[in-house]
């Protein structure tokens, strides 16, 4: 069964920035069959997606976040990591890793919360 | 790349069958069949309820059904139970490699 945990800070000052691990556990991340991505979801709000990413490194990410975010893979931990710079209060969310593939997120972690505060 | 359009509520009574829409572009949901749907009970982590559309992972009911019309997909669950409260998501692929979900639809179960 696969899974997936969040770590990182739970508070981060405004204009730093957010870092984000994801550690997935029951699948190899460098499996072809695999892209890994990042969700969040505001307080009060709905899910975006923030980015994939496929194990080479190939990327995609969301149009309005693309400057500030980075998604960078890790095989020798089979780990994904999620970058944003330059966070301001609208960024404090909480941000989900998942595993996509054909296209769906099949495998969600439980979610980790972000406040922006000084 | 804009939200998908769903309603921001929908309510049903047990054992009744409700539908919640979801709109986008001929950029996104129009242009391919891959959009899914996710059940979200606060606290939890989202579960796919339906993908490609129209089809079931394994574990689902098949009380949950999906279908799509032009720029427009659709979640229909029916036979409403109360643990189907829930907020439900539709997301869908989209040009430039990119995923765009709606903006959420609370069911009530009366």
């Known amino acids: 069964q696969l899974q997936l945990q969040e770590s990182g800070p739970g508070l981060v000052k405004p204009s730093e920035t957010l870092s984000l691990t994801c550690t997935v556990s029951g699948a190899s991340i460098s499996s072809s069959s695999y892209y890994w991505g990042w969700i969040r979801q505001p307080p009060g709000k709905g899910l975006e997606w923030i980015g994939n990413?496929?194990?080479?490194?190939?990327?995609s990410y969301n149009p309005s976040l693309k400057s500030r975010v980075t998604i960078s893979v890790d095989t020798s931990q089979n780990q994904f990591s999620l970058k944003l710079t330059s966070v301001t209060a609208a960024d404090a969310a909480v941000y989900y890793c998942?595993?996509?593939?054909?296209?769906?997120?099949?495998?969600w972690g439980q979610g980790t919360l972000v406040t922006v505060s000084s | 790349q804009s939200a998908l359009t769903q309603p921001a509520s929908v309510s049903g009574s047990p054992g009744q069958s409700i539908t919640i829409s979801c709109t986008g572009t001929?950029?996104?949901?129009?242009?391919?069949?891959?959009v899914s749907w996710y059940q979200h009970h606060p606290g939890k982590a989202p579960k796919l309820m339906i993908y490609e559309g129209s089809k079931r992972p394994s574990g689902v009911s098949n009380r949950f059904s999906g279908s799509k019309s032009g720029n427009t997909a659709s979640l229909t669950i029916s036979g409403l139970q109360t643990d189907d409260e829930a907020d439900y998501y539709c997301c869908s692929y989209a040009t430039s490699s990119t995923w765009v979900f709606g903006g959420g639809t609370k069911l009530t179960v009366l």
């Open positions: 001929s950029t996104d949901v129009g242009s391919y069949d891959l």
């Open positions: 998942a595993e996509t593939v054909d296209y769906k997120f099949d495998y």
């Open positions: 990413i496929y194990y080479s490194g190939h990327t």
